[in-house]
Protein backbone atom coordinates (compact mmCIF):
# COMPACT_ATOMS: atom_id res chain seq x y z
CA UNK A 1 0.00 0.00 0.00
CA UNK A 2 1.43 3.64 -0.87
CA UNK A 3 1.61 5.90 1.64
CA UNK A 4 -1.12 8.88 1.85
CA UNK A 5 1.65 11.38 1.50
CA UNK A 6 5.02 11.63 -0.38
CA UNK A 7 7.80 13.90 -0.42
CA UNK A 8 7.93 16.49 -3.78
CA UNK A 9 10.13 19.31 -5.06
CA UNK A 10 7.81 21.88 -6.02
CA UNK A 11 8.34 24.37 -8.75
CA UNK A 12 7.34 28.00 -6.35
CA UNK A 13 8.29 30.47 -8.70
CA UNK A 14 11.62 31.54 -10.96
CA UNK A 15 14.38 29.52 -10.01
CA UNK A 16 12.66 28.48 -6.68
CA UNK A 17 12.34 24.95 -6.24
CA UNK A 18 10.52 23.61 -2.42
CA UNK A 19 11.21 20.02 -0.63
CA UNK A 20 7.64 20.01 0.42
CA UNK A 21 4.96 17.34 1.59
CA UNK A 22 1.96 16.70 -0.93
CA UNK A 23 -0.28 13.74 -0.95
CA UNK A 24 0.34 10.75 -3.38
CA UNK A 25 -2.16 11.03 -6.34
CA UNK A 26 -5.36 9.15 -6.60
CA UNK A 27 -5.88 7.01 -9.86
CA UNK A 28 -8.57 6.73 -11.95
CA UNK A 29 -9.31 3.11 -13.17
CA UNK A 30 -7.82 3.48 -16.34
CA UNK A 31 -3.95 4.74 -14.43
CA UNK A 32 -1.46 3.84 -13.06
CA UNK A 33 1.02 4.69 -10.10
CA UNK A 34 4.33 4.27 -9.81
CA UNK A 35 7.01 4.97 -7.04
CA UNK A 36 9.73 6.88 -9.16
CA UNK A 37 13.23 5.42 -9.15
CA UNK A 38 15.03 8.04 -11.21
CA UNK A 39 14.06 10.98 -13.25
CA UNK A 40 16.81 12.74 -15.92
CA UNK A 41 17.32 16.47 -15.51
CA UNK A 42 16.61 17.52 -18.81
CA UNK A 43 17.41 21.14 -20.39
CA UNK A 44 13.81 21.97 -21.41
CA UNK A 45 12.56 21.06 -18.04
CA UNK A 46 15.56 23.72 -17.05
CA UNK A 47 14.00 26.65 -18.90
CA UNK A 48 10.87 26.89 -17.42
CA UNK A 49 12.05 26.33 -13.82
CA UNK A 50 14.79 29.62 -14.66
CA UNK A 51 12.35 31.53 -16.64
CA UNK A 52 9.44 31.02 -14.64
CA UNK A 53 7.54 30.29 -18.45
CA UNK A 54 4.69 28.51 -16.62
CA UNK A 55 2.31 29.24 -13.72
CA UNK A 56 3.52 27.88 -10.02
CA UNK A 57 2.90 25.42 -8.31
CA UNK A 58 3.64 22.18 -10.51
CA UNK A 59 6.24 19.38 -10.06
CA UNK A 60 8.42 18.89 -13.43
CA UNK A 61 10.52 16.54 -14.10
CA UNK A 62 9.47 14.31 -17.19
CA UNK A 63 12.48 11.54 -17.90
CA UNK A 64 11.19 8.87 -15.53
CA UNK A 65 11.19 5.64 -14.40
CA UNK A 66 9.80 3.59 -11.30
CA UNK A 67 8.03 0.21 -10.23
CA UNK A 68 4.29 0.24 -10.90
CA UNK A 69 2.70 0.29 -7.26
CA UNK A 70 -1.28 0.02 -8.32
CA UNK A 71 -3.02 -0.44 -11.41
CA UNK A 72 -6.39 0.71 -11.60
CA UNK A 73 -8.96 -1.80 -11.90
CA UNK A 74 -9.17 -0.96 -15.88
CA UNK A 75 -5.52 -1.09 -16.87
CA UNK A 76 -4.42 -4.30 -19.44
CA UNK A 77 -0.92 -5.14 -19.76
CA UNK A 78 0.97 -3.68 -16.65
CA UNK A 79 0.32 -4.81 -13.11
CA UNK A 80 2.12 -3.80 -9.74
CA UNK A 81 5.67 -5.21 -8.96
CA UNK A 82 6.41 -4.15 -12.57
CA UNK A 83 9.53 -1.88 -13.88
CA UNK A 84 8.73 0.84 -16.35
CA UNK A 85 10.09 3.27 -18.15
CA UNK A 86 6.93 6.31 -18.54
CA UNK A 87 6.59 8.41 -21.65
CA UNK A 88 4.55 11.88 -21.01
CA UNK A 89 3.38 13.03 -23.83
CA UNK A 90 1.61 10.35 -26.59
CA UNK A 91 -0.23 11.85 -29.65
CA UNK A 92 -3.84 10.78 -31.22
CA UNK A 93 -2.80 9.37 -34.03
CA UNK A 94 -5.96 10.67 -35.82
CA UNK A 95 -5.94 14.28 -36.10
CA UNK A 96 -4.58 16.38 -38.83
CA UNK A 97 -1.30 16.96 -37.71
CA UNK A 98 -0.70 13.17 -36.84
CA UNK A 99 -1.90 12.31 -40.13
CA UNK A 100 1.04 14.41 -40.96
CA UNK A 101 3.38 12.42 -38.49
CA UNK A 102 3.67 16.03 -36.72
CA UNK A 103 3.05 14.35 -33.53
CA UNK A 104 4.57 16.93 -31.60
CA UNK A 105 2.17 19.61 -33.11
CA UNK A 106 -1.05 17.75 -31.76
CA UNK A 107 -3.28 18.53 -29.10
CA UNK A 108 -3.60 15.75 -27.44
CA UNK A 109 0.52 15.50 -27.82
CA UNK A 110 0.69 18.72 -25.95
CA UNK A 111 -1.01 17.69 -22.53
CA UNK A 112 1.13 16.31 -20.34
CA UNK A 113 -0.10 12.83 -18.95
CA UNK A 114 2.00 12.08 -15.77
CA UNK A 115 1.87 14.28 -12.81
CA UNK A 116 2.87 14.44 -9.14
CA UNK A 117 -0.40 16.73 -8.32
CA UNK A 118 -0.62 20.03 -9.42
CA UNK A 119 -1.14 21.49 -12.95
CA UNK A 120 0.65 18.13 -14.67
CA UNK A 121 4.14 18.80 -15.73
CA UNK A 122 6.18 15.30 -16.06
CA UNK A 123 5.88 15.14 -12.07
CA UNK A 124 9.74 13.09 -11.70
CA UNK A 125 10.96 15.20 -9.17
CA UNK A 126 8.43 13.58 -6.46
CA UNK A 127 8.37 10.07 -5.01
CA UNK A 128 5.49 8.92 -6.82
CA UNK A 129 3.32 9.76 -10.24
CA UNK A 130 -0.26 9.17 -11.59
CA UNK A 131 -0.12 7.98 -15.08
CA UNK A 132 -3.12 9.05 -17.08
CA UNK A 133 -5.14 6.54 -19.39
CA UNK A 134 -4.00 8.54 -22.70
CA UNK A 135 0.15 7.57 -22.21
CA UNK A 136 -0.13 4.45 -21.14
CA UNK A 137 1.22 3.21 -24.56
CA UNK A 138 4.08 5.25 -24.40
CA UNK A 139 4.91 3.18 -21.13
CA UNK A 140 8.05 0.35 -21.62
CA UNK A 141 8.78 -2.40 -18.90
CA UNK A 142 12.65 -2.30 -18.20
CA UNK A 143 14.24 -5.57 -18.74
CA UNK A 144 15.84 -7.33 -15.75
CA UNK A 145 19.07 -6.81 -16.29
CA UNK A 146 19.14 -3.03 -17.55
CA UNK A 147 18.37 -0.39 -14.63
CA UNK A 148 15.83 2.96 -14.05
CA UNK A 149 18.22 4.78 -15.27
CA UNK A 150 18.36 3.26 -18.60
CA UNK A 151 14.79 3.66 -18.79
CA UNK A 152 14.81 7.03 -17.54
CA UNK A 153 16.84 7.91 -20.69
CA UNK A 154 14.84 6.43 -23.33
CA UNK A 155 13.10 9.76 -23.42
CA UNK A 156 16.12 11.84 -24.69
CA UNK A 157 17.68 9.01 -27.03
CA UNK A 158 14.08 9.08 -28.49
CA UNK A 159 14.09 12.53 -29.50
CA UNK A 160 16.80 11.96 -31.23
CA UNK A 161 16.32 9.15 -33.14
CA UNK A 162 13.27 11.14 -34.12
CA UNK A 163 15.61 14.22 -35.50
CA UNK A 164 17.66 11.63 -37.40
CA UNK A 165 14.91 10.33 -39.27
CA UNK A 166 14.26 13.89 -40.45
CA UNK A 167 17.40 13.56 -42.29
CA UNK A 168 17.85 12.27 -45.61
CA UNK A 169 20.85 11.04 -45.22
CA UNK A 170 22.76 7.71 -46.92
CA UNK A 171 25.24 5.09 -45.54
CA UNK A 172 29.18 6.66 -45.56
CA UNK A 173 27.67 10.21 -45.49
CA UNK A 174 29.75 13.18 -43.17
CA UNK A 175 27.24 14.56 -40.55
CA UNK A 176 28.49 17.61 -38.25
CA UNK A 177 27.27 17.32 -34.69
CA UNK A 178 28.04 20.32 -33.18
CA UNK A 179 27.88 20.07 -29.23
CA UNK A 180 28.77 17.34 -27.47
CA UNK A 181 26.47 17.34 -24.27
CA UNK A 182 24.17 14.33 -23.68
CA UNK A 183 22.15 14.78 -26.53
CA UNK A 184 24.86 15.39 -28.81
CA UNK A 185 26.80 12.61 -27.74
CA UNK A 186 23.41 10.58 -28.61
CA UNK A 187 23.65 11.88 -32.00
CA UNK A 188 26.75 10.91 -32.20
CA UNK A 189 26.36 7.54 -31.03
CA UNK A 190 23.10 6.96 -33.29
CA UNK A 191 24.65 8.07 -36.34
CA UNK A 192 27.45 6.25 -36.10
CA UNK A 193 25.37 3.44 -35.54
CA UNK A 194 23.81 4.51 -38.64
CA UNK A 195 27.32 3.94 -40.84
CA UNK A 196 27.37 7.62 -40.97
CA UNK A 197 31.27 9.67 -40.86
CA UNK A 198 30.27 11.73 -37.46
CA UNK A 199 32.70 14.65 -37.35
CA UNK A 200 32.04 15.99 -33.43
CA UNK A 201 32.65 19.95 -32.01
CA UNK A 202 32.42 20.39 -28.30
CA UNK A 203 34.90 22.98 -25.82
CA UNK A 204 35.32 20.29 -23.54
CA UNK A 205 38.82 17.62 -24.15
CA UNK A 206 36.19 15.02 -21.72
CA UNK A 207 33.51 15.37 -24.25
CA UNK A 208 35.20 15.25 -27.48
CA UNK A 209 37.62 12.56 -25.73
CA UNK A 210 34.17 10.32 -25.21
CA UNK A 211 32.66 11.33 -28.53
CA UNK A 212 35.27 9.31 -30.28
CA UNK A 213 34.39 6.42 -27.85
CA UNK A 214 30.82 6.58 -29.17
CA UNK A 215 32.06 6.19 -32.67
CA UNK A 216 32.67 9.98 -34.07
CA UNK A 217 35.47 9.69 -36.88
CA UNK A 218 36.91 13.00 -35.97
CA UNK A 219 36.57 15.52 -33.47
CA UNK A 220 37.12 19.45 -33.32
CA UNK A 221 37.28 21.84 -30.52
CA UNK A 222 36.89 24.91 -31.91
CA UNK A 223 39.06 26.72 -29.22
CA UNK A 224 41.90 25.39 -30.63
CA UNK A 225 44.11 23.35 -28.50
CA UNK A 226 45.21 25.09 -24.90
CA UNK A 227 48.36 27.28 -25.28
CA UNK A 228 51.27 24.85 -23.10
CA UNK A 229 52.87 26.27 -20.26
CA UNK A 230 56.25 27.43 -21.99
CA UNK A 231 54.11 29.30 -24.55
CA UNK A 232 51.90 31.56 -21.44
CA UNK A 233 55.36 32.30 -20.04
CA UNK A 234 56.68 33.37 -23.38
CA UNK A 235 54.17 35.98 -24.81
CA UNK A 236 55.89 37.02 -27.86
CA UNK A 237 56.17 33.78 -29.20
CA UNK A 238 52.30 33.62 -31.17
CA UNK A 239 49.60 30.74 -30.75
CA UNK A 240 49.61 28.99 -33.59
CA UNK A 241 46.27 29.29 -35.22
CA UNK A 242 43.72 26.86 -34.34
CA UNK A 243 42.39 25.02 -37.22
CA UNK A 244 38.69 26.16 -37.79
CA UNK A 245 36.21 23.98 -39.14
CA UNK A 246 36.41 25.64 -42.78
CA UNK A 247 39.44 23.74 -43.59
CA UNK A 248 38.81 20.55 -42.01
CA UNK A 249 35.48 19.89 -43.24
CA UNK A 250 36.86 19.91 -46.91
CA UNK A 251 39.41 17.68 -46.35
CA UNK A 252 37.17 15.14 -43.74
CA UNK A 253 34.53 15.47 -46.82
CA UNK A 254 37.03 15.55 -49.99
CA UNK A 255 36.02 18.37 -51.23
CA UNK A 256 32.45 17.25 -50.94
CA UNK A 257 30.74 19.26 -48.02
CA UNK A 258 28.80 18.27 -45.13
CA UNK A 259 25.85 16.15 -46.22
CA UNK A 260 23.95 17.47 -42.92
CA UNK A 261 25.03 18.79 -40.00
CA UNK A 262 23.07 18.74 -36.33
CA UNK A 263 23.39 21.69 -34.01
CA UNK A 264 22.69 20.73 -30.08
CA UNK A 265 23.93 24.07 -28.94
CA UNK A 266 21.67 27.32 -28.83
CA UNK A 267 24.26 29.00 -30.40
CA UNK A 268 22.93 31.48 -33.36
CA UNK A 269 26.36 31.94 -34.89
CA UNK A 270 26.61 28.05 -35.18
CA UNK A 271 23.67 28.18 -37.67
CA UNK A 272 24.87 30.03 -40.19
CA UNK A 273 28.64 28.49 -39.77
CA UNK A 274 26.95 25.21 -40.56
CA UNK A 275 24.70 26.03 -43.81
CA UNK A 276 28.41 27.23 -45.15
CA UNK A 277 29.91 24.18 -44.58
CA UNK A 278 26.82 21.39 -45.83
CA UNK A 279 26.89 20.77 -49.43
CA UNK A 280 24.52 21.94 -51.92
CA UNK A 281 21.70 19.88 -51.15
CA UNK A 282 22.30 19.03 -47.49
CA UNK A 283 20.69 19.80 -44.20
CA UNK A 284 21.42 21.75 -41.13
CA UNK A 285 18.90 20.37 -38.47
CA UNK A 286 18.38 22.79 -35.06
CA UNK A 287 18.05 20.82 -31.95
CA UNK A 288 18.10 23.40 -29.61
CA UNK A 289 16.53 26.32 -30.86
CA UNK A 290 13.58 26.85 -28.25
CA UNK A 291 14.33 29.95 -27.67
CA UNK A 292 11.84 31.99 -29.46
CA UNK A 293 12.56 36.22 -30.34
CA UNK A 294 15.80 35.79 -32.31
CA UNK A 295 16.41 36.98 -35.48
CA UNK A 296 19.51 35.40 -37.54
CA UNK A 297 20.38 36.76 -40.55
CA UNK A 298 20.88 34.19 -43.03
CA UNK A 299 21.93 34.34 -46.48
CA UNK A 300 18.55 32.68 -47.69
CA UNK A 301 19.83 31.76 -50.93
CA UNK A 302 21.73 29.26 -49.79
CA UNK A 303 18.47 27.33 -49.09
CA UNK A 304 16.81 28.70 -51.95
CA UNK A 305 19.61 28.12 -54.57
CA UNK A 306 21.83 26.15 -53.23
CA UNK A 307 19.12 24.05 -51.87
CA UNK A 308 20.40 23.25 -48.13
CA UNK A 309 17.44 22.48 -46.04
CA UNK A 310 17.24 24.32 -42.58
CA UNK A 311 14.71 22.17 -40.72
CA UNK A 312 13.93 21.22 -36.74
CA UNK A 313 12.70 18.93 -34.13
CA UNK A 314 11.29 18.67 -31.48
CA UNK A 315 9.74 16.24 -28.99
CA UNK A 316 9.68 12.30 -29.11
CA UNK A 317 8.03 10.16 -30.93
CA UNK A 318 6.32 7.46 -29.59
CA UNK A 319 5.95 5.20 -32.23
CA UNK A 320 10.03 5.35 -32.57
CA UNK A 321 9.64 4.02 -28.34
CA UNK A 322 9.92 0.02 -29.57
CA UNK A 323 13.16 1.21 -31.29
CA UNK A 324 14.39 3.36 -29.36
CA UNK A 325 14.10 0.67 -26.34
CA UNK A 326 16.30 -1.81 -28.33
CA UNK A 327 18.83 0.53 -28.36
CA UNK A 328 19.20 1.24 -24.88
CA UNK A 329 18.48 -1.49 -23.51
CA UNK A 330 20.51 -3.60 -25.67
CA UNK A 331 23.10 -0.84 -24.72
CA UNK A 332 24.13 -0.54 -28.39
CA UNK A 333 23.68 3.21 -27.21
CA UNK A 334 25.01 2.61 -23.69
CA UNK A 335 23.40 5.54 -21.92
CA UNK A 336 25.18 4.71 -18.51
CA UNK A 337 28.46 6.38 -19.79
CA UNK A 338 26.36 9.81 -20.16
CA UNK A 339 25.30 9.76 -16.17
CA UNK A 340 28.44 11.08 -14.38
CA UNK A 341 25.62 12.58 -11.25
CA UNK A 342 23.06 11.07 -9.32
CA UNK A 343 21.28 13.15 -6.91
CA UNK A 344 18.82 12.30 -3.85
CA UNK A 345 15.54 14.20 -3.84
CA UNK A 346 15.90 16.33 -1.62
CA UNK A 347 18.90 17.78 -3.64
CA UNK A 348 16.82 18.11 -6.54
CA UNK A 349 17.91 22.34 -6.99
CA UNK A 350 21.36 21.40 -6.27
CA UNK A 351 21.27 18.72 -9.83
CA UNK A 352 19.24 21.28 -11.56
CA UNK A 353 22.29 23.93 -10.90
CA UNK A 354 24.87 21.01 -12.24
CA UNK A 355 22.81 20.43 -15.31
CA UNK A 356 22.72 24.48 -15.88
CA UNK A 357 26.55 24.85 -15.28
CA UNK A 358 27.75 22.09 -16.53
CA UNK A 359 31.51 21.47 -15.74
CA UNK A 360 34.32 20.03 -17.09
CA UNK A 361 33.70 15.87 -16.21
CA UNK A 362 29.24 16.89 -15.90
CA UNK A 363 26.90 15.23 -18.74
CA UNK A 364 24.01 14.01 -17.39
CA UNK A 365 22.29 14.36 -14.61
CA UNK A 366 19.82 12.30 -13.01
CA UNK A 367 17.77 12.95 -9.50
CA UNK A 368 16.85 9.82 -7.70
CA UNK A 369 14.08 9.71 -5.81
CA UNK A 370 13.70 6.12 -5.10
CA UNK A 371 16.79 3.65 -4.26
CA UNK A 372 18.96 4.17 -7.08
CA UNK A 373 18.05 -0.02 -7.82
CA UNK A 374 15.55 -2.96 -6.78
ZN1 LIG B 1 13.71 15.56 -21.79
ZN1 LIG C 1 -3.17 14.16 -33.05
Do not use: W
Not at 283 to 294: C, E, K, M, S, Y
Not at 305 to 317: F, H, R, T
Amino acid sequence: MPPSTMRAVVYRGPNTLRLETVPVPRIGPGELLVRVAACGVCPTDIKKIQYGLLPPPRIFGHETAGTVVRAGARVRGFRAGERVALHHHVPCLQCHACRHRAFAQCAQYQRTGITAGFAPAGGGYAEYVRVMPFVLPGVVRIPARNSFIEGALLEPVNTVLKAIRRLALLRGDSVLVAGQGPIGLIFTRLLALAGMRVIATDLLPARLKLAREFGAAAVHCPAGPAPSPARRSAPRAPRPAAPNLATLIPRFTRGRGLDAAVITVPADDVVGEAQALVRGGGQVLLFAHTRRGTATPLDLATVCVDEKDLIGSYSADFQLQAETARMVFSRQLDVRRLVTHQFPLAQTARAVELATHPTPDSLKVVVTPGAPEG
